[in-house]
């Protein structure tokens, strides 16, 4: 098993501030919307890890109220 990166995205979520952590081996732009749509409700959350699930892209995230995305290393 690789080893896994703690990351923090920050958002807006209709308009508040919110921010998560998450554990995975990597992280890019196109995840982190992802986490912040499964973070705020919208995108379904896997049950195990090798679920496969539809990513949330950003465009979908936008439309659902999520904003400014950011990540960082945690």
Do not use: F
Request: net charge neutral.
């Amino acid at each position: 098993m690789a080893h896994s990166a703690h990351y923090r995205i920050d958002y807006i979520h209709n308009g508040a501030y919110k921010s998560c952590y998450v554990s995975t081996e990597t992280m890019t732009n196109a995840e982190a919307w992802h986490w912040a749509a499964v973070d705020s409700g919208v995108a379904q959350i896997p049950k195990y890890r090798r679920d496969n699930v539809q990513v949330v892209s950003k465009t979908l995230a936008e439309r659902h109220g999520i904003a400014e995305v950011q990540w960082s290393q945690a």
